[in-house]
């Protein structure tokens, strides 16, 4: 089955990047009309969609992020990856990826950004 793994440092110091990487397996990421994308869910909130790459290699961000957040992908590595920029305490979160439509999500991973 389709398996995502979430790969980064768990802490970031503020005015930094934050970069992390999703690997998927038993799947590819180019696979027809799905949709790779990150989400994160800050202490005590929601779950908010950052954006997405989808099979194509285009991408969408969430408006409120998209000055900060780029998504790019490896296809020879099968990986999906976030960047975002100038990164403030309230970026601290449980960051995921996922195809949502396809139902597939990663474990999640934690990260602090320190002020």
């Known amino acids: 089955q389709v398996q995502l793994q979430e790969s980064g440092p768990d802490l970031v110091q503020s005015s930094q990047t934050l970069s992390l990487t999703c690997t998927v397996s038993g799947g590819s990421i180019t696979t027809s009309d799905h949709y790779w994308s990150w989400i994160r869910q800050p202490p005590g909130k929601g779950l908010e969609w950052m954006g997405d790459i989808p099979y194509d290699g285009s991408t969408s961000y969430s408006p409120s992020l998209k000055s900060r957040t780029s998504i790019s992908r490896d296809t020879s590595k099968n990986q999906f990856s976030l960047h975002l920029t100038s990164v403030t305490p309230e970026d601290t979160a449980v960051y995921y990826c996922?195809?949502?439509?396809?139902?597939?999500w990663g474990q999640g991973t934690q990260v602090t950004v320190s002020s």
């Open positions: 996922a195809s949502m439509g396809a139902g597939y």
